[in-house]
């Protein structure tokens, strides 16, 4: 390609690139062209451009086509075609889906809230966090027997602390 055919390729590609991305920085603009070099075909430039996050529509299908028009590269063969059918067909049948979904989302409504069953929410909340008071509690209890159980076997002389903290090394050990 010559300097004023690429100039004139680059000012093109910037023009189309600020339309479809709202954006045109020289980089960008000679990353997309050098995309365009090294695709082979327009299907597998538009899959570069996908995976570059650009979203594929009419308008980016349209550049894809005339950039590689443009831009010296090997021939396309049937595959690129067949290709882009392929992937012009899995994109429509994406917005489809998108549009079913948003039909499908449009007939469901808010709930309208009553004063019971705000109330019986409320209680819901309230008794579950009551269930978990009562279990630290009961916890705390538990925690609270079991030292108090060491303390009188200590005072009784059946436990000692250094029967305690060799058992705790035993545990240790068991551990590793």
């Known amino acids: 390609v010559r300097r004023c055919d690429m100039a004139a390729l680059q000012d093109w590609v910037g023009d189309q690139l600020h339309g479809l991305l709202g954006m ?12 365009a070099k090294r695709s082979r075909d327009e299907p597998s ?6 995976e570059n996050g650009v979203a594929i529509t009419d308008d980016s299908r349209r550049f894809a086509v005339q950039l590689m028009k443009k831009v010296p590269r090997a021939q396309a ?5 067949e290709q882009a059918a392929l992937l012009k067909k899995q994109e429509k049948d994406r917005q489809q889906k ?12 808010m709930l309208e809230n009553d004063e019971a069953d705000l109330a019986a929410a409320a209680a819901a909340v309230e ?19 079991k030292k108090e159980s060491k303390r009188q ?4 002389g059946k436990w000692s602390e250094e029967e305690e903290d060799e058992g705790a090394r035993a545990g240790g050990d068991a551990d590793q």
Do not use: P
Request: proline residues 0%; without cysteine.
């Open 24 to 35: 045109s920085e020289k980089n960008l603009v000679e990353y997309v062209i050098a995309l």
């Open 98 to 109: 998108q549009i079913d979904l948003l039909k499908k989302n449009s007939e469901y409504t």
């Open 45 to 50: 430039f538009l899959v570069s451009l996908r």
């Open 153 to 156: 076997l200590r005072k009784k």
């Open 127 to 145: 008794a579950k966090r009551l269930q978990k008071m009562e279990r630290k509690e009961e916890k705390r209890e538990a925690k609270k027997e």
């Open 77 to 81: 063969d049937n595959k690129g075609a």
